[in-house]
């Protein structure tokens, strides 16, 4: 896959990880699993670049003795879900397209 495509949708699904509710990055890789591979170092890097964007907020909280960053969506965030989802509706399309006269389509 190409690497700035599956970049797009790695960023898409942190944020959809935490859209209905505030999470950590323990919680984001676990909620996301099922549906993607997504490491420690490659998470962090991308809320990095989510919160430098202003699609997310950050805050530390005490939890156990320790700090704990939770990441919050923001306006710009949950727009950008919006957009991947319009934009997802034409790559259909265009799968649609290039897989004509597959078997899957027959």
């Known amino acids: ?52 964007l202003n699609m997310l907020t950050v805050r530390s909280e005490e939890h156990e003795g320790r700090l704990r960053k939770y990441y919050h969506i923001t306006e710009a965030g949950l727009s950008r879900i919006e957009e991947f989802k319009e934009d997802w509706k034409e790559i259909l399309m265009i799968y649609k397209f290039v897989s004509k006269g597959d078997a899957i389509y027959e």
């Open 1 to 52: 896959m190409d690497n700035q495509l599956k970049r797009g949708l790695l960023e898409v699904c942190v944020l959809a990880a935490i859209k209905s509710e505030d999470s950590y990055g323990y919680k984001i890789i676990k909620d996301v699993k099922p549906y993607i591979e997504l490491s420690e170092s490659t998470l962090y890097t991308i809320l990095k670049r989510l919160e430098t």
